[in-house]
């Protein structure tokens, strides 16, 4: 499993890796909306090497939401990482 590309950490991972993977915990990813250009990080540390960078109306699957980030996947990109939840709106 690849971090950058697998949606799965030791606490947490997408339910569609359920055959692939375990973990403790699984959830089903919900799709927003990028509102505000935002880059997609390898995690939530300050020096977070930038993966990619988001532009508003683009999907993010989020896996989970806390201390103000999301973390999930970028469907286009293919890419695995955080970016900042108040970038993010709910998908209609």
Known sequence: MDPRTDAARR???????ADRVF???????LTWIVTTA???VES???NAEILTSL???DLFEVLELSAGYAWGR?????LVGYVDANCLKAAQ
Do not use: K
């Open 23 to 29: 973990a403790p915990h699984y959830a089903a990813p």
């Open 74 to 78: 970028a469907p286009a990109a293919g």
């Open 11 to 17: 606490d947490l991972a997408d339910v569609r890796l």
């Open 44 to 46: 939530r540390a300050d």
């Open 55 to 57: 532009g508003s109306g």
């Open 38 to 40: 935002t880059p997609l």
